[in-house]
């Protein structure tokens, strides 16, 4: 509950100290379509870099990936088409030991977690920029027989509510 309220202050703040530039887009009509390769994401299982062709109606398109069983670890994998201000998930089927690394540490956010959620912003109100890259890698301890990804809350410039996918749940056997 802490971390909850913790989020919405600093997306308060972000939304103090963020130029409104008075546009505003539609993007309930946005499709991404994304080629994703060997270089960019891994296949849904990890083992195999075959091509693979999706398509994303929301703001930001999430994909758990790179499962690795020895270091009980897996990333996140984000295309976003608008900037993000601030991230919060809940992982059930593990209990998270931790996070690193990707745009989250990256763009210098504050990451924190507790055995269930994931929670991450920026102290500075830096925005993570539109593209695409690992958001973080997770790691975990006593897996279920597989994790998801839910309650999933982005924050947009001015704390604005951004829409997601909910991507498929991943095997941790």
């Known amino acids: 509950m802490r971390l909850c309220i913790i989020f919405l202050l ?16 539609n993007t309930s009509n946005k499709v991404v379509e994304v080629v994703q390769s060997s270089e960019t994401v891994s296949s849904k299982s990890g083992s195999d870099s075959e091509l693979e062709n999706e398509q994303c109606y929301t703001d930001i398109c999430l994909y758990l990936r790179n499962h690795n069983v020895s270091d009980k670890s897996f990333d996140i994998y984000m295309i976003n088409t608008v900037p993000i201000a601030g991230f919060q998930c809940d992982l059930p089927g593990i209990d998270i030991t931790g996070s690193d690394g990707g745009l989250l540490k990256e763009n210098g956010y504050q990451t924190s977690n507790s055995d269930f959620r994931i929670l991450s912003f920026s102290m500075q109100a830096k925005l ?23 309650e999933i809350i982005f924050a947009g410039i001015g704390g604005a509510k951004l829409s997601n996918n909910e991507p498929e749940c991943m095997s941790l056997k």
């Open 10 to 25: 600093v997306m308060m703040l972000a939304c103090q100290t963020q130029k409104n530039t008075g546009k505003t887009e």
């Open 128 to 150: 993570i920029p539109v593209g695409m890259g690992v958001l973080t890698e997770i790691y975990y301890n006593n897996p279920s027989n597989e994790v998801c990804m839910t």
